[in-house]
Antibody, heavy 124, light 109 residues
Framework: QVQLVQSGAEVRKPGASVKVSCTSS????????IHWIRQAPGQGLEWMGW????????NYAQKFQDRVTLTRDTSISTGYMELSRLRSDDTAVYFC?????????????????WGQGTLVTVSS | QSVLTQPPSVSGAPGQRVTISCTGS?????????VHWYQQLPGTAPKLLIY???NRPSGVPDRFSGSKSGTSASLAITGLQAEDEADYYC?????????FGTGTKVTVL
């Protein structure tokens, strides 16, 4: 079955970076875009960007454009999200999700499978 | 940052019907982009509930249904059950990014 398994919780100080992994199984890793979405404590969902695992092409939400980097290693079916220059308001659970493209709708996707989430805590 | 507006909470007794609205604009839902819905139980990842406005993935009970009209969409839960107590989010697209709703907490009385 389709599965996305993320790395464990992380604690960082303000100004540091964090890198979260997302390992897929049960489907062809290069056949689906991987998206990253975060959720601050008690808050809603916020889309951060996607990576095309086949080509490595990425697309980021403008808010994160200068701080987030999505990469992948196709040999181990794993995607990575690195967020730099962390601030306290980056404290959140970070999810990876498999994107299903909506036909004839450009870059519109929905998410049919999610990782379990990784809590990133930014605190001095 | 959410550009899709949902009511913060809705409630109903077991067996009742509740609806959750998702209001967007001419830049997203009104531009013709589909709406998708997710259920998030406490401490877990969201789960796809409805895709492309009104389609249920395999395994989702037919108590859940979705619709879209103009710049808004709705999720209906009929025959409300205790296990439906969760947060629900709508999701769409535009302009140039994926957008989520503000989220609605459903409480079963």
């Amino acid at each position: 079955q389709v599965q996305l398994v993320q790395s464990g919780a992380e604690v960082r100080k303000p100004g540091a970076s964090v890198k979260v992994s997302c390992t897929s199984s049960g489907f062809t890793f290069t056949g689906h875009y991987i998206h990253w979405i975060r959720q601050a404590p008690g808050q809603g969902l916020e889309w951060m960007g996607w990576i095309n695992p086949k080509s490595g092409v990425t697309n980021y939400a403008q808010k994160f454009q200068d701080r987030v980097t999505l990469t992948r290693d196709t040999s181990i079916s794993t995607g990575y999200m690195e967020l730099s220059r962390l601030r306290s308001d980056d404290t959140a659970v970070y999810f990876c999700a498999r994107g299903i493209r909506v036909p004839a709708a450009g870059w519109a996707y929905y998410f049919d499978s999610w990782g379990q989430g990784t809590l990133v805590t930014v605190s001095s | 940052q959410s550009v899709l507006t949902q009511p913060p909470s809705v409630s109903g007794a077991p067996g009742q019907r509740v609806t959750i609205s998702c209001t967007g604009s001419s830049s997203n839902i009104g531009a013709g982009y589909d709406v998708h819905w997710y259920q998030q139980l406490p401490g877990t990842a969201p789960k796809l509930l409805i895709y492309a406005n009104s389609n249920r993935p395999s395994g989702v009970p037919d108590r859940f249904s979705g619709s879209k009209s103009g710049t808004s969409a709705s999720l209906a839960i009929t025959g409300l059950q205790a296990e439906d107590e969760a947060d629900y989010y709508c999701q769409s697209y535009g302009p140039s990014l994926t957008v989520f709703g503000t989220g609605t907490k459903v409480t079963v009385l």
